[in-house]
């Protein structure tokens, strides 16, 4: 059975930097596009960023562009994403995802076929 594992989340101050890390098994990794969304109580899950099979960024949202970055490493089924620069806004639960849908924005949370528990990120100011 497909599983997605997130791990690195935590307590930190602002200004720092923090690195989640996604771990797949379960499915071939390298066909999937994956993801990194975040969700604070009472709001819908927020598309944070996304990268295609070949390694490329194929999507960021604005609000954590120039400070996120997403990776891939194919030979060890792991997806991170670098987090610079913390904000107390970027607190929220990070969820990793995998997809293999085509005709849907990456954006989407439907574009989406296996998602992860969830690591909570917690930024104090």
């Known amino acids: 059975q497909v599983q997605l594992v997130e791990s690195g989340g935590g307590l930190v101050q602002a200004g720092v930097s923090l690195r989640l890390s996604c771990t797949a098994s379960?499915?071939?990794?390298?066909?999937?596009?994956m993801g990194w969304f975040r969700q604070v109580p009472g709001k819908e899950r927020e598309f944070v960023a996304a990268?295609?099979?070949?390694?490329?960024?194929?999507g960021i949202a604005d609000s954590v562009e120039g400070r996120f970055t997403i990776s891939r490493d194919n030979a060890k089924n792991t997806s991170d994403l670098q987090m610079n620069s913390l904000k107390p806004e970027d607190t929220a639960v990070y969820y990793c995802?995998?997809?293999?849908?085509?005709?849907?924005?990456?954006?989407?949370?439907?574009?989406?076929?296996?998602w992860g528990q969830g690591t909570q990120v917690t930024v104090s100011s």
């Open positions: 995802a995998a997809s293999r849908t085509t005709g849907l924005p990456v954006m989407a949370t439907s574009f989406y076929n296996y």
């Open positions: 379960g499915l071939t990794f390298r066909s999937y596009t």
């Open positions: 990268i295609g099979w070949n390694g490329y960024t194929t």
